[in-house]
């Protein structure tokens, strides 16, 4: 008789991985007690030794997350000193859109947090330090927090998605037919829509867009340096 594997005993961060997992495989909506137990092969009423409920497993979700992050951009090596900080911080930051790339829903787990994380702490310190490396006051510190806003972090709150994927002819024909109503809308969507037939950009390129933002911001910024 061959013998059964032993089961790996069920822990905190054993739960919180498999509930990534099930987020990446679902979406937050696939993301429930029942199914984390099933994942996990438990039984769901185990599982609150560990996780008291759905907003704990969030709370864990975003220190696994963010430690991840803090481990990642530990190692870059890179001098922050006067204008080379501006360098240092894009890296940083870019480095952190990695992680959140990787995970589509994860955005929504982080705004919804409104308690203090350690790990987001540790990493916005992070920020912060290289900003005074920079030769930035603590006022003005503070000031880059607020512009910076979650793209510190590496992700942002779009203002609307239109989606992925070419542009189809029905999208164009419903933008044209709303050019009476709102004609400056609907004639930058018409102009920079990626409507050639081979495109998978589609409306927008995100990473370009979010880049093309912190550029802005960071270059704004280093002009408040003494």
């Known amino acids: 008789m061959k013998p059964t594997e032993p089961r790996l005993p069920l822990t905190r961060e054993r739960v919180l991985h498999a509930a990534i997992q099930v987020a990446d495989e679902g979406g937050l909506a ?8 099933d994942v996990l092969g438990a ?10 409920n759905k907003d704990e497993v969030f709370d864990g979700i975003v220190e696994v997350i963010a430690t991840e992050i803090n481990d990642l951009v530990d190692k870059i090596d890179l001098p922050a000193e006067g204008p080379a900080w501006k360098a240092a911080m894009r890296q940083r930051i870019l480095t952190a859109r990695e992680v959140f790339l990787r995970h589509p829903w994860l955005p929504k ?17 992070g920020v912060i330090r290289i900003l005074r490396a920079g030769g930035f006051t603590n006022d003005q510190c503070h000031h880059a927090m607020h512009a910076l806003g979650s793209r510190a972090m590496g992700f942002v709150q779009e203002l609307f998605t239109p989606g992925p994927g070419p542009v189809t002819p029905e999208a164009l024909d419903g933008i044209r037919a709303m050019s009476d109503t709102l ?10 829509a990626h409507d050639e037939p081979d495109a998978t950009v589609g409306w ?3 990473q370009a867009e979010f880049e093309f933002g912190l550029d802005i911001l960071l270059d704004g910024l280093d002009r408040l340096r003494p």
């Open 30 to 37: 696939a993301l429930t007690m029942r199914r984390l137990a």
């Open 43 to 52: 039984e769901a009423m185990s599982l609150y030794y560990h996780v008291a």
């Open 204 to 206: 927008c390129d995100d």
């Open 183 to 192: 004609p400056h809308l609907a004639g930058m969507l018409l102009e920079v």
């Open 109 to 125: 787990v982080f705004e919804s947090r409104t308690g203090a994380n350690f790990a987001v702490l540790r990493y916005n310190d």
